[in-house]
T-cell receptor
Framework: DVKVTQSSRYLVKRTGEKVFLECVQD?????MFWYRQDPGLGLRLIYF???????EKGDIPEGYSVSREKKERFSLILESASTNQTSMYLC??????????FGPGTRLTVT | AQSVSQHNHHVILSEAASLELGCNYS??????LFWYVQYPGQHLQLLLK??????LVKGIKGFEAEFIKSKFSFNLRKPSVQWSDTAEYFC????????????FGGGTRVLVKP
């Protein structure tokens, strides 16, 4: 079974802090994705990566950056957290163009 | 840009009732279509998918979906729901032209009363 793990289930940070969200997959998938999930808005793509050291902006990249130094690991970085970044963050991986496998999510609260 | 619309945000029904969730997408080219489900406290998981072939697709747990190309629709159905079908359901679309990115609908929360 594909396993996608995320470093934290719940995280509370203060405004202005730098925040790192880690995601690891164990299926040697080329593609990895970061989404945020908000009620009524579904999942919105923040960034994705098709290969190591490669990144592409999704639909809502502002205020975020990513890092993919190894194939299995994809990190999401909030350079200076703000309250409007309070959300559920989901990581996913896939072998394009097939289904994406999702991690359990990190619920981030920025106060 | 492709977009996905789910018509209902919340659906409440009783056990044994039939369920149909609407999904429409905007992109006119070749698409792959998905329904994902998120049970309370669990990961998002794939319910069913359509890539090509028979437009009536059967998924897990008795769910099915019908792709109607002329209507840009991919509606999800289940003839008789159970309490355990309480979840949030997401329709999603990707296409080669959009770089194989998945675009999700806003989700439909389904509550099945016992």
């Amino acid at each position: 079974d594909v396993k996608v793990t995320q470093s934290s289930r719940y995280l509370v940070k203060r405004t202005g802090e730098k925040v790192f969200l880690e995601c690891v997959q164990d299926m040697d998938h080329e593609n990895m994705f970061w989404y945020r999930q908000d009620p009524g808005l579904g999942l919105r793509l923040i960034y994705f990566s098709y290969d190591v050291k490669m990144k592409e902006k999704g639909d809502i990249p502002e205020g975020y950056s990513v890092s993919r130094e190894k194939k299995e690991r994809f990190s999401l970085i909030l350079e200076s957290a703000s309250t409007n970044q309070t959300s559920m963050y989901l990581c996913a991986s896939s072998s394009s163009p097939h289904e994406q496998y999702f991690g359990p999510g990190t619920r981030l609260t920025v106060t | 840009a492709q977009s996905v619309s789910q018509h209902n945000h919340h659906v409440i029904l009783s056990e044994a009732a039939s369920l149909e969730l609407g999904c429409n997408y905007s992109y006119g080219g070749t698409v792959n279509l998905f329904w994902y489900v998120q049970y309370p406290g669990q990961h998002l998981q794939l319910l069913l998918k359509y890539f090509s072939g028979d437009p009536l697709v059967k998924g897990i747990k008795g769910f099915e979906a019908e792709f109607i190309k002329s209507k840009f629709s991919f509606n999800l159905r289940k003839p008789s729901v159970q309490w355990s079908d309480t979840a949030e359901y997401f329709c999603a679309v990707n296409s080669k032209a959009a770089g194989n990115k998945l675009t999700f609908g806003g989700g439909t929360r389904v509550l099945v009363k016992p």
